[in-house]
């Protein structure tokens, strides 16, 4: 025994050893089968015939901590020999023991196979796993080798499973990689053709990002049976060779060590988000990526699999980034109620826009909305935290000031943090230190290359409290200085050339009294409107719409009766002669005939569709609340009603296109305002430039602002180029686009206008319209009062102009015409007198006059009778009315004879 312990410690002071250890800590499951084997060696002090069990154990363990990579076929077997295994633990209090030797014999056979598959398995390299198809056939049939000694042994024992038997019941892992390999061998000949075509092999390494070893087709072409039978022997062989007891005492010796290990303190590595112990910590102990985790993937090297090694760290520092750090750091930078800011500097070069920043804060809570920290503590911050960036952010308390206070008592090193070794181009903190040494106070300061000076800033700190304890001084400010001009500004006026769309209407709808000899009424409810109501438009025709109201005004006891038989609808351009049909009339629920009572009305809804020519049909524009139709030509619809008798209602109504009150006009604000028109879609394109109404910018070019910064970068630019017409920004929105220039006076250093194109776009195939103005550019500058020298003007070297556009013929536009005015009826020539028949004419003339003269006395009466008197001798008056038209008639019969009579 002594002997054994004696090779025990060797053992466990070798190096690998602790290579050994370190990977039982991080396997659980190795862990697992360590404390199981130790409990083996003491029940094999009783029950000598379990020695091969511990031992083969003890190979198990030796394979899989050389192993460099976790893998999960061997993960699951090593819980299935966990689970066997355990059920012999019940040995030492089992008394008859003769009877078990075969079971326990058949459990060590099974071991000696699964430590034999273990090894020829870790012996393969990761491309030889995967292609060789028979690793998962061996690892299924393992497991069910285990399940079936493991039940064996349960019988055998007469053990009561009471736990969960999963682990021997689920499938054997698999893999995507698993998956993929599998699908690339069968669809690529089968595993012969595979074993021995080395380009096949390095394509499916090339595939899985893997690198192809010297080995690997050695590997691919050795029989795994053949390894299997080999291991197998050698297991044999070892368990001869090997004392029994020299191998308990090594399993012992690092039982008491993992159970040490177990009773050490674990700390949690806020690099890694794993526990760890000091004892296991090392170099290499922690794998982490150094950027962000992005769509998946991390930008640092493209993989999943860690790319960085070091030690486990159980608070965040900014020795080197890590994954972790930046939830870390933007959790308190990236919002307002995390941190209070007491002093930042910050400086953009203006020729590359690259940005140096340095800041000290206080540090109100750990995560945005949680609870406030107890404890007064700052942030200093250097450098943006990024991790292709030079970067510093801590946070202090007083404790941590006191040790840095300490340190610096010795060192005299002020300097906290350079992102630059240069001296043109960093940001920087530093300590501030009074006479005897001591903290009191971080001075931050920011330069470019673009910069004369750098910003400087101090900010005195208690080191007690960790807190402000006075005003911060403002050491120094860079500026990009600029001047005045001694003269105002002056521009071109601004040229627009192609049509501009209306902004008022083109005059007053007129309205016309119907045309009809019926006592009808016509009343519309309001003015007629375009594709103003229903689900949908027509995109190659407009709807008129309207409601009419016909009312007849027939007393009530008249028994005057209007039945309307047909309506029919007909549309014209104002300028054009005659009326065309519409394309289709919709009278909503009204069906004719109709008829309406004396003193009632007729609600009639309608509809009229007139179709677009073929130009505006083509655009396939949906019109709300206009027609394109009459865009530019007023259009009249006419109403023509007949009743059963053919006698006319006719009803003209007329749309004029009312200019939408959102069409976009200069606003008193703007100092620049820009338009092109597109007169046969309806529609205006603008770009407004204006003075911005926020402090941090000067000017608003379309809705695009630009800071005081953004204009000194411009300025610069053209300083070294020589360029003062800078293209300052631009969009395109297919119909039209638009270009703004920076005019840059390079005596006074500033951007004093603006200059915009307007023009269309690459979907209008027509050039025939654009617009070119000037904007002057809103003062700014100066010191910190405003003030600013003078030197004199000198204006931009223009190179854009005007451009040529194409001829556009516009529409001519005809404002009204009298087609459908009333026309005063002309008085009809005299009737020749004819001799020989005077006494016809005369007696016809006097029929003719005596109706004449009836029908007058009728009108006068009916005018001074009420309404009850005229009601009462209408029927009397239709009477004679039917006598007069038979005497007239016997009268024309009795003419017409005479006149044959006559007739030679």
Known sequence: MTQGMAIANKVLDNPKVTDVMSSIEKNPVLSHLVQLADKLVDIGKTVPFIAPAFVILKLIIDVEQRARDTDAKCTDLLERINFMVSNIT???????????????????????????????????????????????????????????????????????????????????????????????????????????DPALVEEFAKKMHMTMSDQVMDQMQSSMED???????????????????????????????????????????????????????????????????????????GN???????????????????????????????????????????????????????????????????????????????????????????????????????????????????????????????????????????????????SDTPTVSEVPIDPETATLSGEIRSISKASFRVYKSTEPYTFPEPVHVGPILRSTPLREVREFKPRTKLPLL?????????????????????????????????????QTFVTLASCKAEYRFVGEDTYKDVDSLDLGNVKFPTTIEPTQSLDLPF???????????????????????????????????????????????????????????????????????????????????????????????NGIKFTAQDLHKIVYKAEQTGVTEVNLCSRENGSHKWDAWALVDLSCRRVYGIKVLLAPGNTRSSKTTAALGYALCPLYGGDEEGAMEERPQRYAEETVVFPILETEECPVVVVDDDVDDEQIPEVAAAAPVIQAAAPVVAIAAAASASATQALTEVTKNAATLDSAVFAASMSSLERRLESLDTNVARMATALEKLVDILSP
């Open 522 to 558: 016509v009343i519309p409810e309001a003015k007629m409107v375009a594709n103003s109501s229903g689900k949908f438009a027509r995109m190659n025709a407009d709807k008129f719409q309207g409601t009419l109201r016909i009312f007849n005004k027939s007393a009530p006891n008249s």
């Open 304 to 450: 999943t699999a860690p790319c960085a090694y070091g030690s486990h760290h159980p608070a965040h520092h900014c020795e080197y980034p890590y994954t972790n750090f930046y939830d870390y750091a933007y959790g308190i930078l990236g919002y307002t109620d995390t941190h209070r800011e007491w002093a930042t500097v910050r400086e953009t070069d203006l020729l590359t826009d690259e940005e140096k920043l340095a800041s000290v804060s206080e540090l109100v809570r750990w995560r945005t909305r949680h609870e406030k920290i107890t404890q007064p503590m700052m942030v200093i911050r250097v450098g943006f935290v990024r991790y292709d960036n030079p970067y510093y952010f801590q946070a202090y308390d007083a404790e941590l000031l006191k040790t840095t206070n300490a340190t610096l008592q010795e060192t005299r090193q002020t300097l906290i943090f350079k992102t630059n070794t240069s001296n043109d181009e960093y940001a920087m903190a530093e300590w501030i230190l009074d006479a005897a040494g001591t903290i009191r106070g971080v001075r931050i300061s920011a330069n470019v290359a673009t």
């Open 607 to 701: 509809e009229a569709i007139v179709r677009r020519n073929p130009v505006q049909a083509a655009l396939m524009q949906s019109c709300w609340d206009w027609a394109m139709v009459a865009l530019h030509h007023p259009i009249r619809v006419r109403m023509t009603f007949k009743d059963i008798e053919g006698e006319e209602l006719v009803f003209i109504q007329e749309y004029i296109h009312q200019p939408s009150p959102r069409m976009a006009v200069k606003d008193d604000k703007d100092l620049l305002f820009l338009h092109i028109d597109d007169i046969l879609e309806n529609n205006r394109c603008t770009v407004r430039v204006k003075e911005a109404t926020d402090e941090d910018h000067v000017v608003d070019v």
């Open 90 to 196: 019940v040995l030492e209090k089992v008394k008859a023991i003769e009877p078990l030797i075969a079971v326990i014999s058949k459990m060590n056979d099974t071991l000696k196979r699964a430590a034999s598959l273990i090894q020829a398995y870790r012996k393969q390299g990761a491309i030889a796993r995967r292609l060789n198809i028979s690793n998962s056939q061996n690892f299924v049939q393992m497991a069910e080798s285990i399940s079936a000694c493991s039940q064996d042994l349960m019988l055998s024992l007469q053990i009561q499973q009471t736990g969960d038997i999963s682990v021997l019941t689920r499938s054997v892992p698999v893999d995507s990689q698993d998956e993929e390999a599998k699908s690339f061998v069968m669809s690529h000949g089968g595993q012969s053709a595979i074993n021995n």
């Open 227 to 301: 390894i299997l039978e080999e291991n197998q022997s050698r297991i044999e062989a070892l368990l001869k060779e090997n004392s029994s007891n020299t191998v308990a005492e090594t399993i012992k010796a690092m039982a008491a060590e993992a159970r040490e290990l177990e009773a050490e303190q674990r700390l949690i590595c806020l690099q890694c988000d794993k526990e760890y112990r000091k004892s296991a910590n090392g170099p290499e102990a922690c794998s982490f990526h150094k950027s962000m985790k992005t769509n998946g993937s991390f930008s640092c090297c």
